[in-house]
């Protein structure tokens, strides 16, 4: 896979070249954020679905749905990040699983990681974290 450049304004946005495209489900109930990361990920060319809770992610994943990607957020209704994420775990699913919230105490974050994520960074995503987290994709 190869890097090439995307002139976004007055910023350059790294962009991954595959000839599959990464699949990625964001996992928000935000519709304001669910459409900044849902821009952010498809100027990065991934192919992007949206989810509004956790257990809705669950769901896609018992019909037979896979994600190369999983970003969730830790707060939601209906079922939480921190749920999700040990029954997709508890499931098997072995998909990088990143989880994006606003919340900055490291007692909270540290208890979202050990729900089974890979990574977790703080609101709003942006191109410096899109890009350490695809790079660490790219490389497992």
């Known amino acids: 896979m190869g890097f090439g450049n995307v002139t976004s304004t007055s910023k350059t946005i790294k962009t991954i070249d595959t000839k599959k495209k990464i699949s990625v489900l964001i996992v ?9 990361h849902r821009v952010i990920m498809t100027k990065f060319g991934t192919e992007v679905q949206l989810a509004g809770n956790g257990k809705e992610v669950v769901d896609l994943f018992l019909s037979g749905a896979s994600f190369d990607l999983i970003l969730t957020d830790l707060e939601m209704p ?20 990143v ?3 606003s919340r900055n105490q490291d007692s909270e974050i540290q208890a979202f990681m050990k729900s089974g994520l890979n990574a977790c960074y703080v609101k709003p995503l942006n191109a410096e974290k899109v890009t350490a987290v695809l790079n660490e994709l790219k490389n497992n």
């Not at 209906?78 to 699983?97: C, F, H, N, P, Y």
């Open 28 to 36: 928000e109930d935000d519709l304001l954020i669910q459409k900044i």
């Open 78 to 97: 209906i079922m939480d990040g921190i749920e999700a994420t040990k029954q997709l775990r508890s499931m098997g699913v072995t998909s990088m699983i």
């Open 99 to 101: 989880g994006v919230t």
